[in-house]
């Protein structure tokens, strides 16, 4: 399983409260807490937790299949801008 590891913010926003009631919960469950090398203190979130994250990403609307056509067609755009004039595809006549 992996490791999920958030601020108490990140903790708020998934959990639906306030950066401190998130702290109290992750005190309350005894998570594993840590401070980061940036300052702030992370919490490791539990199997439950880790399965609520999970979820939330599942539920996000990403247009995958867009974005690689808009990155396609960009490509083909830039191709065709970098393509010397009058260059033949090999063995074309």
Known sequence: ??????????????????????????MHLSLDRRKSRDGATRVKLDLALTAMFFASIREADFDLDGAIEALQSTHRQMAELLAPTGFRARGAA
């Open 1 to 26: 399983m992996p490791q999920i590891w958030m601020t108490y913010d990140e903790l708020a926003t998934l959990s639906g409260c306030t950066p401190a009631e998130a702290r109290m919960r992750a």
